[in-house]
């Protein structure tokens, strides 16, 4: 990519946030998962990371982590198969020693042109990566959660107000905030808080792997910024987010890091 993404947190200086927590991240090999990988490292967590197949990109990522003297677990699968989410779970439980923060991070997209052009099998796995995975790893961690544990879920600003060529993936977005809704209700008794990070255009891999050239040439610059976020930018908001000592008053809340753009609601 040119240029590079900026996920490695290179200046970030945490303050001992997440002592000793234990936080899974699916999606976790690069972008927005790599550098709230790195953030909760640097915060004194131990992390799992799943991720699909990018095996190179899952490597530097624990080496990023290791250099932080944190442990790191890789998990590679398909977290579009429902088996696979609950292994994810259990490997993370056992490796770890236990579980304190579940990122919901793992997402897939495919710009399309029209709703007759987007086929049943693309919707259909959209919703299993998007989506359903959300459902089934949390479901999965809820008996190793405990009161002070964190959910996070990773939407979008396409789940706030549509997009025409992501279709089903704004659509996924979109129950992913209302999921992260009635979690928080579901589950404030005991004291898990379930919050969202509803990011606008972040120069990740899944942009110019997903898009044609002339639009990564322009994406990002319809934002009053005028530009993309860097994962840099966005995983302290995981870190507020994690940190009970931040963010204890915070569950149910979206919050949208998209570069000035204002929406109604």
């Not at 927005?32 to 799992?48: H, L, M, P």
């Not at 990122?103 to 099998?121: F, I």
């Amino acid at each position: 990519m040119e240029p590079e993404p900026r996920d490695e947190m290179r200046h970030y200086t945490g303050s001992g946030l997440l002592e000793g927590k234990r936080a899974l991240i699916t999606g976790g090999d690069s972008g927005i998962g790599r550098a709230v990988a790195v953030a909760f490292a640097k915060e004194g967590a131990d992390v799992a990371v799943a991720y699909l197949s990018e095996h190179e990109d899952a490597a530097h990522t624990l080496k990023l982590v290791e250099a932080e003297n944190r442990r790191c677990v890789l998990i590679p699968g398909d977290l579009a198969d429902r088996d696979h989410c609950a292994s994810v779970v259990e490997r993370t439980v056992s490796e770890l020693g236990g579980l304190d923060i579940v990122v919901n991070n793992v997402a897939y997209q495919q710009p399309v042109e029209s709703l007759e052009v987007l086929t049943e099998e693309q919707w259909q796995h959209t919703f299993d990566v998007n989506i359903h995975s959300y459902f089934r790893i949390t479901k999965a961690a809820l008996p190793h959660l405990r009161e002070g544990s964190a959910i996070i879920n990773t939407s979008s600003v396409n789940g706030l107000r549509g997009n025409k060529a992501l279709i089903d993936y704004a659509t996924t977005k979109g129950a992913i905030n209302a999921f992260t809704y009635s979690m928080a209700q579901s589950l404030v008794e005991r004291g898990i808080r379930v919050n969202a990070v509803a990011p606008g255009p972040v120069w990740t891999p899944l942009i110019p792997a997903t898009m044609p050239e002339e639009k990564v040439e322009q994406f990002g610059k319809q934002v009053p910024m005028q530009r993309a976020a860097d994962p840099d930018e966005i995983a302290p908001s995981y870190v507020f987010f994690a940190a009970g000592r931040l963010s204890s008053y915070y569950t149910g809340e979206v919050l949208a890091p998209i570069g000035g753009e204002t929406l109604p609601g």
